[in-house]
């Protein structure tokens, strides 16, 4: 057996997830789970059918890059979260997908506004949009600095309390401290965008939620003061 088989035992179960949530469509999606005690993780392999995926096609590589396990080619986007492991201590897996109301936003080039509780349970705050890529950014190591461009937004944001983003022109990533609620976060803002979307058409002046409101919402679920749901 596998020294890594229980994070590729999470990533196959939490790529196997995506599909059933609604969120990709054809291979439109990926997640990886680390280790980072050990500096590696797994991510799903690149184009390949969800219906056909084992943990064993699951590839491992450590933080700098290296395939240390798999036969075959790791997701396309792989720099990109590994980037975001590096440089975003706390979390231990991430999600990209296409989901379509979050691709809205990062087409539109807006953040999603706060603006009701269902948004307040899952970020703290806006869930921010970077700014767009450079004909030399793309031209380069693409994925690499789409997770450069991702670090750059989050200056002054904390990952931990807003555990998504969207890069402009492309879509969302989340993330969390394990697979299952990092796919569960990608969810979640996938519904949220489509209720600031219809609440924006609607209203398209509708003010976001009072902070009193958003610090309620959040930190009854997250942190030390947290009393959401039951204790373990």
Known sequence: MSDYQSIKEECLAANL???KTGLVDLTFGNV??????RRVFAIKPSGVDYDKLTADDMVVLDYEGNIIEGSLRPSSDT??????FLNFPGIRAVVHTHSRNAVAFSQAGMDLPCLGTTHCDYFNGPVPVTRGMTPAEVGGEYEWETGKVIVERFSGINPVDVPAVFVRNHGPFAWGPSAAKAVETALALEIVADMALKTLSLNPSAPPAPSHLLDKHFFRKH?????????H
């Open 223 to 231: 942190g030390p003061s947290a009393y959401y749901g039951q204790s």
């Open 17 to 19: 997830a995506l599909p």
């Open 32 to 37: 990886s789970v680390a280790d980072p005690e």
């Open 79 to 84: 720099p990109t979260h590994r980037h975001l």
